[in-house]
């Protein structure tokens, strides 16, 4: 289904046959503030998905894509999804990059019973802290990239660190876990600092951590906190190596920084690396013909698969939302851009796999690719 999909050519996408019926899918992410890169990729990559869908003759419905904008700010996010919840023509609904967002929504979609797959969002009690039917999530979580990101710093000999996290939920679950992995694989943390998300001055944060002398600092939190500390090391003089979670993963992080000192950051993504994947290069393909404005940034990928999963349900069993969960909640070993998709008892992706990316000549590239892999070149430090 997802090559078969991809390969369709997409002039019939922008008209759609209206002998079928019209059936609205939502999506909701931070398409406008400081992570609205992901958001917008997110919105582009479920909307190819939708207009890849509406361009194969053997698909029984005409689908149209419902975006709404949360800011990644968790009142706004209850105010679109209870806007969305509410539309009954609207099936289903591709949800959220922000943990915080997504912790304050899925109340909501419970209530109205209105199913959402997650494609963003890594906050584990987002589908492990309830029991929402309605609620799946198609990425990992922030387990399984804080278990590898651990893991693998302590394998190129660093032993010290500095953490720097945000004091949203999303920040400070990922030192929670970074921090309990870390310690557990032997690494020694010198100091732990919580900062505010819309902070702009490190220099008390930093001036101290200059003093720790850490091997590596670990950020928690989302690209534009990350920008400006990453930048504020530099002019501080520190070298110590910059390690971030998947939040960090996006162009706006190197465009934000510059290429020079973007150069050996590291990123951990849950899923395996989907340009590797069948169907991985026609994705991207098909995604350059539509010209969208923004790239499909980190997450894309994972919005693209969700949006793919619902339509399979709806063509299924119709656009019914009990229904439609029903089929969602069943989901094992499906075919996906991202790899197999299966949902354990509380919605939950079962993902095996965590990337590891580093900035590379003023691009993202899976680890093992890159020249320090080989060792060409050295991460700080090394």
Same mark, same amino acid.
């Given at each position: /289904?997802?090559?078969?999909?991809? =390969?369709? =050519?997409? /002039?019939?996408?922008?008209?759609?046959?209206?002998?079928? @019926?019209?059936?609205?899918?939502?999506?909701?992410?931070?398409?406008?503030?400081?992570? %609205?890169?992901?958001?917008?990729?997110?919105?582009?990559?479920?909307?190819?998905?939708?207009?890849?869908?509406?361009?194969?003759?053997?698909?029984?419905?005409?689908?149209?894509?419902?975006?709404?904008?949360? +800011?990644?700010r968790p009142n706004v996010g209850v105010q679109v999804a209870t806007k969305l919840a509410a539309d009954k023509s609207i099936v289903a609904g591709v949800t959220h990059f922000c943990s915080a967002v997504a912790m304050g929504t899925?109340?909501?979609?419970?209530?109205?019973?209105?199913?959402?797959?997650?494609?963003?969002?890594?906050?584990?009690e987002i589908t492990y802290g309830n029991d929402f039917k309605e609620v799946h999530r198609v990425n990992g979580t922030m387990i399984n990239? $804080? +278990?590898?990101?651990?893991?693998? /710093?302590m394998e190129q000999g660093y032993k010290k660190w500095a953490i720097i996290h945000d004091t949203t939920d999303y920040g400070k679950g990922h030192n929670k876990y970074f921090s309990e992995y870390l310690k557990k694989d032997g690494g020694q943390i010198l100091g732990t600092f =919580?900062?505010?998300?819309?902070?702009?001055?490190?220099?008390? @944060?930093?001036t101290k951590i200059r003093e720790l002398k850490p091997d590596v600092i670990y950020f928690g939190g989302l690209t534009p906190l990350g920008v400006r500390i990453r930048t504020q090391m530099e002019k501080l003089g520190i070298k110590a190596q910059f390690e971030g979670t998947s939040g960090i993963k996006s162009d706006a992080y190197i465009q934000g920084v510059g290429d020079k000192l973007a150069e050996g950051s590291l990123s951990f993504l849950e899923g395996a690396p989907w340009e590797k994947l069948p169907g991985g290069l026609a994705f991207?393909?098909?995604?350059?013909?539509?010209?969208?404005? @923004?790239?499909? @940034?980190?997450? =894309?990928?994972?919005?693209?698969?969700?949006?793919?999963?619902?339509m399979d349900a709806v063509e299924?069993?119709?656009?019914?939302?009990?229904?439609?969960?029903?089929?969602?909640n069943q989901t094992k070993n499906v075919d996906t851009l991202i790899g197999?998709?299966?949902f354990d008892d509380r919605r939950q992706n079962i993902v095996p796999l965590v990337t590891k990316y580093v900035v590379e000549d003023g691009? !993202?590239?899976? !680890?093992?690719? $890159? %020249?320090?892999?080989?060792?060409?070149?050295?991460l700080s430090g090394q």
């Open positions: /289904m997802l090559c078969a999909a991809i =390969g369709l =050519g997409l /002039m019939a996408a922008s008209a759609p046959s209206f002998s079928k @019926e019209v059936v609205k899918i939502g999506f909701v992410g931070p398409l406008t503030g400081g992570t %609205s890169s992901i958001g917008l990729g997110g919105r582009n990559s479920a909307d190819l998905a939708v207009r890849l869908r509406n361009a194969d003759p053997k698909s029984k419905y005409t689908y149209q894509l419902v975006s709404q904008d949360d +800011e990644c899925a109340p909501v979609f419970a209530r109205f019973g209105l199913p959402v797959i997650v494609w963003g969002a890594v906050l584990p990239q $804080s +278990e590898v990101a651990a893991k693998f /710093m =919580g900062v505010t998300a819309d902070q702009q001055d490190f220099t008390t @944060e930093l991207t393909g098909q995604y350059r013909v539509q010209k969208y404005s @923004e790239p499909p @940034e980190a997450y =894309g990928p994972f919005a693209y698969a969700a949006a793919n999963l619902i299924k069993v119709g656009p019914d939302r009990k229904k439609v969960r029903d089929v969602l197999k998709v299966t691009k !993202w590239v899976i !680890w093992e690719d $890159s %020249s320090y892999a080989t060792g060409k070149r050295k």
